[in-house]
């Protein structure tokens, strides 16, 4: 087995990949002027399942044996509910919050434990685990106090409009993955001294 010390790919690079991927679905919640659930789900979907693929290829390229565990956990989780939110006809504002309520409670509490547990060994990266973990289970909760059937119509100048509790949730979706893009991007680029080996939690 390679030594973690002569690798291509270090936890950098996957965190680059993966705010990569957030900005991504950032940018398109952002610019759509439709935050309707259909395109919600659309957009975590492709987040959810480009990321779980990353995840997988960082299990060979990354991380050494012994170290995997979270970023398999975090992979199956994670391409499950791109997977179920792929799915057109299941589409709707039910599916959109438990779907993604169901993953970031989840896949938060896994990146966070593993954080923990790379804290205590030493590992680098530990903190970016524990953050990341966090700002997911946040996420969980800020879907779980929006109404999905809250809705207030009010007129600016001439023009109609609603607000709608799904749009609501989707625009927290948006920001989460706004915060994770800027976050994880800003750690990929920071500099580190690593001088113990990948240990078993999350880098990312």
């Known amino acids: 087995m390679?030594?973690?010390?002569?690798?291509?790919?270090?936890?950098?690079?996957?965190?680059?990949?993966?705010a990569l991927f957030a900005a991504i679905a950032a940018?398109?919640?952002?610019f759509s002027a439709d935050h309707s659930a259909a395109v919600g789900l659309s957009v975590f979907s492709g987040f959810a399942i480009a990321t779980a693929i990353a995840m997988f290829?960082?299990?060979?390229l990354v991380y050494p044996s012994g170290s995997r565990a979270v970023?398999?956990?975090?992979?199956?989780?994670?391409?499950?509910?791109?997977m179920v939110?792929?799915?057109?006809?299941?589409?709707?504002?039910?599916?959109?919050?438990?779907a993604v309520i169901a993953w970031a409670v989840i896949a938060g509490v896994i990146?966070?434990?593993?954080?923990?547990?790379?804290?205590?060994?030493?590992?680098?990266?530990?903190?970016?685990g524990i953050l990341i973990g966090a700002f997911t289970l946040a996420l969980a909760a800020g879907l779980l106090v929006v109404n999905p059937a809250f809705r207030l119509d009010y007129t600016v100048g001439p023009q109609d409009l609603t607000l709608t509790g799904t749009a609501i949730g989707v625009g927290v979706f948006g920001?989460?993955?706004?915060?994770?893009?800027v976050f994880l991007g800003i750690a990929g680029f920071s500099p580190r001294a690593v001088t113990v080996a990948p240990t078993a939690g999350e880098r990312a």
Not at 74 to 82: P, R
Not at 85 to 98: D, K, Y
Not at 111 to 128: C, P, T
């Open 2 to 18: 390679t030594d973690a010390s002569t690798r291509t790919f270090a936890v950098r690079h996957l965190q680059l990949v993966r």
């Open 27 to 30: 940018i398109m919640i952002t």
């Open 57 to 60: 290829l960082a299990v060979w």
């Open 71 to 82: 970023p398999v956990l975090l992979g199956v989780v994670t391409v499950v509910a791109g």
């Open 85 to 98: 939110t792929g799915i057109p006809p299941l589409r709707s504002t039910t599916l959109f919050f438990v």
């Open 111 to 128: 990146e966070l434990v593993g954080g923990l547990r790379a804290r205590r060994a030493g590992d680098v990266y530990a903190r970016d």
């Open 175 to 181: 920001g989460y993955a706004a915060i994770i893009a």
